[in-house]
Each structure stands twice: as C-alpha cells, then as structure tokens.
C-alpha cells in the first residue's frame, strides 16, 4: 500500500505470517487485535506479518484502514500473486513461512490469538539468535 518493495531479499532471515483477508471478513476483523499483539510482541524478534487483501481495490482497502489501522504492512492482491500460490479463496487465511523461506504451516479460518501462537510454534522466533534459546508463544492467560 506504501509503495515498498516485498520481495525474497527483504524477508529473508524472517519469519513470515500471511493473512490473506478482505475488509467485508467478519472473521478477519475478529482475528486483527490479536494479529496486532503478536505483531508487537515479535516483530523485534524475527517475525514479518503481511497482510494480503484479496480481490479489493486499493481505495476500498485504503478506506478500510483508515477506519480500522493496522500495523503490519498490506499488500494488495493486483501486487502480487501470492493468493493464487496458496489458492487462498476462503478468508482469513494464515500461512506461515520459516526463516529459510519454507512453508512452515497454514491455518485455515480465524482461531484468535490461542490459534495464532499455536501456528507460530511451526517456525519458532529467537529471542536472542546466538543463544539458541526460543520464545515461549503461550497465550495469555495461560491455562493448565
């Protein structure tokens, strides 16, 4: 939307969360605090969330976010063909991409943050990379 650039160069070394949505998505509005959170809390850890909109113009999307903003950086599907790679036509749709670039996972559907830090364990974030020491991605309040 902000005229950078995306490409294999700039996520490498990341870890990558998809979420192909669309603004008339009640799920995909349901799933953003959480997406937002998790987005704060890892970011300086590794993590690149990339919102995919399907099938809307960039003025409805711009619309959209002025209404309800985001952090993560959104990408419109006329951009890029990442909604026919992963055949995304039910929303939201989550995919998950490791530091090397590999699928890691995918979820299907909105799951809240529970779901969402679940879907991270598949790639996990470093807090400190030399260490070697992982981030713990419980949801909170945790339960036993």
């Known amino acids: 939307m902000d005229g950078e650039t995306i490409n294999n160069d700039s996520i490498h070394g990341k870890v990558?969360?998809?979420q192909f949505w669309a603004t008339w998505?009640?799920?995909c509005k349901r799933d953003m605090p959480a997406l937002e959170s998790i987005g704060q809390e890892f970011e300086s850890q590794g993590l690149m969330i990339l919102g995919v909109n399907v099938g809307e113009s960039k003025k409805k999307v711009k619309q959209f976010l002025e209404q309800s903003p985001r952090s993560s950086k959104v990408i419109l599907m006329e951009d890029t063909n990442l909604?026919?790679?992963?055949?995304?036509k039910s929303?939201?749709?989550y995919v998950l991409i490791d530091r090397n670039g590999k699928l890691a996972g995918?979820?299907?559907g909105a799951g809240g943050e529970?779901?969402?830090r679940h879907l991270l364990r598949k790639a996990p974030l470093d807090s400190r990379e030399d260490s070697g020491?992982?981030?713990e991605l419980q949801s909170s309040p945790r339960r036993q």
């Open 16 to 18: 990558v969360l998809l």
């Open 25 to 27: 998505c009640p799920y």
């Open 83 to 88: 909604a026919a790679v992963f055949e995304a």
């Open 91 to 93: 929303f939201p749709l």
């Open 106 to 108: 995918t979820q299907a």
């Open 114 to 116: 529970g779901a969402l």
């Open 133 to 135: 020491e992982g981030v």
